[in-house]
């Protein structure tokens, strides 16, 4: 049993989808404080670059399914984070932007955010966080 254990261990899928489950759960452990969930975090900060970007778009880059991201949408709106917008060029289109309240609240999770990296960061080198970055950078 110890091998077949050891073996499954070693996969790299496995030791992906644990390091992922362990970095999600420190990073959800951070943002409940703010009352969000990390899929609301990763679409404040697509949306704070400024871009104006397609419901499609923002799903893609958040990492979101277009379903979950709908509803998502709908409660950060309800929350007052984010506001719906008729897009300039497609008028079929809509974008988000972040409201003045979002953006505030994007100053104090991005803060623990910041930390939750440094807190991953401070477990390897520079040249293993470089390594790691180009890695996963290939994988997705």
Known sequence: MSAQ???FENHLSYVLA????????SLSD?????GIKIEAWRVMECLDAG???TMGQLADRALVN???LSKLVDRMVLDGLVHRRVADEDHRQ?????TSLGRMR??????DVDAEDQNLAALL???SIDLLRKALAKLS
Do not use: F, G, V, W
Request: net charge positive; charged share 35%.
């Open 18 to 25: 644990a390091a992922h489950r362990s970095i999600s759960k």
């Open 5 to 7: 254990k050891k073996h």
């Open 66 to 68: 277009p379903p979950t």
């Open 106 to 111: 994007m100053i104090q999770i991005r803060e």
């Open 94 to 98: 809509i974008n988000l932007l972040l």
């Open 125 to 127: 080198d520079e040249t």
């Open 51 to 53: 871009e104006r970007l």
């Open 30 to 34: 951070r943002l409940r404080k703010h």
